[in-house]
């Protein structure tokens, strides 16, 4: 395997974890004392959530390094009373229309794990941030992360924004 593919693949599991670590701290603040409970708990399913989606967010080397480095879009996961995903919904794109049909058709394609049973029973909407390198190195976090507790509160969402990631 060649470096650049090894930092390829390297770059997408990055992403990856960044496009669900805000889920982690908002499914924990809806669900407070269920992290201690085991395979069903947020943090389980998060890291879950964050496996499925890292192995369906492709790198698109069309795009430039540079520019992936620093996009990041924000995805609603909506949750049916089951736990199922029932849609999802671009909130915040990228600014570069193959970054965002990416951001999409990962979050489309990826089969999220069912929340846990603590947060079924009722339709849940989950804001996924998506980031097309590492978050660590995006100059944006911050900004992306302010702008996730905006939407959620302009659309008024059942999982409130919890900490900033990271």
Excluded: C, K
């Amino acid at each position: 395997m060649s470096n650049e593919s090894a930092n390829a693949i390297r770059r997408t599991t990055l992403a990856a974890i960044g496009a669900v670590a805000a889920s982690i701290t908002m499914l924990g603040a809806a669900a407070g004392p269920v992290n201690a409970a085991g395979p069903v708990g947020t943090a389980n399913w998060s890291r879950n959530a964050s496996r499925v989606l890292g192995a369906e967010l492709r790198t698109l080397d069309a795009v430039p390094y540079a520019v992936r480095r620093n996009a990041a879009a924000i995805v609603t996961a909506r949750f049916d009373t089951n736990g199922r995903v029932a849609d999802v919904m671009l909130v915040r794109g990228t600014g570069d229309a193959r970054l965002d049909a990416e951001a999409m058709r990962a979050a489309q394609a990826a089969r999220l794990p069912r929340l846990p049973i603590a947060l079924r029973g009722r339709s849940v909407a989950v804001p996924l941030e998506i980031f097309f390198a590492d978050p660590d190195l995006n100059p944006g976090r911050a900004t992306v992360r302010a702008q996730t507790r905006a939407v959620m509160a302009a659309r008024h969402h059942d999982v409130p924004a919890g900490p900033p990631q990271g």
